[in-house]
Nanobody, 121 residues
Framework: QVRLVESGGGSVQPGGSLRLSCAAS????????MGWYRQAPGKQRELVAV???????NYADSVKGRFTISRDNAQNTVYLQMNSLKPEDTAVYYC???????????????WGQGTLVTVSS
């Protein structure tokens, strides 16, 4: 069974930094698109950043210049480096990945359990 295991959330003051990690575990053939979404209280889940390769990334306008997404293909892990954090970045952050179980199956979307990031003074 494929799982996405997140780590790195926590509390930080405005202007601070956090690094989120998400590793795909279990038995699978390939991991394609990986990304991070977030959901603040009372709001819909929104895209933060996605990565297909080092040269193919996309960011929400609200985090451009402050957040950096990267991945380690050998470890099937995606990272989100968050700098200059603001109170409005407070949310549960979810890892997302498209994973192919075998060479003949389709890519299926998987979600992590979420990790809370709180930015407050």
């Amino acid at each position: 069974q494929v799982r996405l295991v997140e780590s790195g959330g926590g509390s930080v003051q405005p202007g601070g930094s956090l690094r989120l990690s998400c590793a795909a575990s279990g038995s699978f053939f390939d991991v394609n698109r990986m990304g991070w979404y977030r959901q603040a209280p009372g709001k819909q889940r929104e895209l933060v950043a996605v990565i297909i390769s080092a040269s193919s990334t996309n960011y929400a306008d609200s985090v451009k210049g402050r957040f950096t997404i990267s991945r380690d293909n050998a470890q099937n892990t995606v990272y989100l480096q968050m700098n200059s954090l603001k109170p409005e970045d407070t949310a549960v952050y979810y890892c997302n990945a498209n994973i192919k179980a075998t060479p003949t199956t389709w890519y299926l979307e998987h979600w992590g359990q979420g990790t809370l990031v709180t930015v407050s003074s």
